[in-house]
């Protein structure tokens, strides 16, 4: 934090307020006793900036319950945090689903919706998908549009800070494509784009297998499969946002791409067609010889993709989601690989979110952002987990 001096009381107050709102979002309808008590401040300071945060519709007085008034005579004036001043969206856009979630200002889901979509739709179609998701998702909630303070956004591809697609294969029309400069046309609040193994990585710290590990690699395993990682509780984007980007892999002297590696015959799938992977998995279920072996290449290649962040990060735990989550087997050969490979090999587990990941990660987004807001001060860092 920058060092405060008399001559600074704008500073003061904010870092006040900060304190104070922080104290309200952790405590159970507090009183001002409670709130001097947490917060170390002084009374008349906490009274203060309780009336600023009145002001901002941010704080509201709780009522009292009877039992309360009956024990104490008058009881102390409570107060609590109103989650419902304003709402954030995270939405996820993918191949063959649009998701998106929706919640008050301590990230509380209160309402949920997902189209599909083909896989060969244009931008424009999926972003016409996107807007309708979204507006059926306020509508059966009953939120304004104008009540949101921040949107998410997962999405395939290498993604600038500005919300552009520098690269993104996955989806046709995708690279070069300005997706946040598009959907901010659609919103009067900020619009955060994230790479989808990102948002899920975050999604994993906050809600899922990670919660208790801070140096985390999330695997979001499919035909071009991408990678999201925390280092020390903050997300790793790279120099340029490429970080993760292990479905490049091939191209260092293996030409075994997750197509024809999967393929039964000697034609590979399409990259977009997850019904034919579909019918690959369950026909090694089945028994059929030709697709679990095309299965264990798979997953061969997904152990030699993994390892090789592994090597370079670190990590405590390495998740795994997207479609390799649902092979029956896929840990134990993972384990096995990495411990053939790796210094310290790492926990590895499945994801607890699944589906949910990317939509989750991208409104843990957007409320960190809104938090900055809140409770961030003029001359500290904060950091986006």
């Known amino acids: 934090m920058s060092r405060l001096t008399g001559g600074d009381p704008s500073l003061l107050r904010r870092i006040n307020s900060a304190v104070v709102l922080h104290a309200l979002r952790g405590a159970d309808s507090p009183t001002l006793t409670d709130l001097t008590r ?18 901002a519709g941010l704080v509201v007085e709780s009522l009292p ?23 954030l ?23 949920a919706g997902s189209r599909e979509v083909s896989e060969t739709a ?26 949101l303070r921040a949107v998410g956004v997962g999405s395939p591809g290498i993604v600038e800070a500005d919300g552009t697609v520098r ?18 046309r659609s919103f009067r609040c900020p619009v955060l784009v994230e790479n989808d193994a990102n948002a899920a990585a975050v999604a994993e710290h906050w809600k ?24 020390g509780g903050r997300l790793h984007r790279g120099f340029g946002g ?9 191209l260092l002297g293996r030409e075994a791409t997750p197509e024809k ?31 679990q072996a095309a299965v264990e290449r798979f997953i061969q290649r997904l152990v030699h993709d993994v390892a090789a962040l592994v090597l370079a990060l670190d990590p405590e735990l390495v998740v795994i989601g997207g479609w390799a989550a649902g092979l029956d087997g896929v840990l134990d050969p993972l384990r096995r690989e990495l411990a053939r490979y790796c210094l310290r090999p790492p926990r590895v587990t499945l994801s607890l979110l699944g589906e949910a990941a990317v939509a989750t990660g991208a409104l843990r987004l957007a409320l960190d952002h809104v938090e900055e807001q809140l409770f961030a001060v003029e001359g500290t860092v904060t950091a986006r987990r």
Request: glycine content about 14%; charged content about 25%; aromatic content about 4%.
């Open 38 to 55: 947490i917060t170390g401040l002084s009374r008349p300071t906490v009274e203060g900036v309780m009336e600023g945060l009145f002001e």
């Open 65 to 87: 319950d009877g039992g309360e008034t009956r024990r104490q005579g008058r009881p102390a004036r409570r107060f609590r945090f109103r989650a419902e001043a304003g709402h």
């Open 89 to 111: 969206l995270g939405i996820e856009i993918g191949p063959h689903r649009i998701s998106a979630l929706l919640s008050g200002l301590d990230g509380r889901i209160i309402g």
């Open 122 to 147: 244009c931008a424009d179609d999926r972003l016409d998908k996107v807007r309708a998701v979204v507006a059926d998702v306020l509508r059966r909630t009953g939120v304004a549009r104008s009540s």
């Open 167 to 184: 690269l993104g294969t996955a989806l046709p029309g995708w690279t070069g494509l300005a997706l946040g400069e598009r959907l901010r």
């Open 208 to 231: 899922g297998a990670a919660t208790e590990s801070d140096d985390i690699v999330f695997v979001l395993a499919g035909l071009s499969p991408g990678a999201g990682s925390l280092i």
């Open 242 to 250: 490429a970080a993760g980007e292990i479905g490049a892999l091939h």
């Open 261 to 291: 590696l999967l393929s039964t015959t000697d034609t590979p799938l399409d990259p977009l067609d997850e019904p034919a992977v579909a019918a690959v998995f369950a026909e090694a279920r089945h028994g059929d010889v030709r697709a």
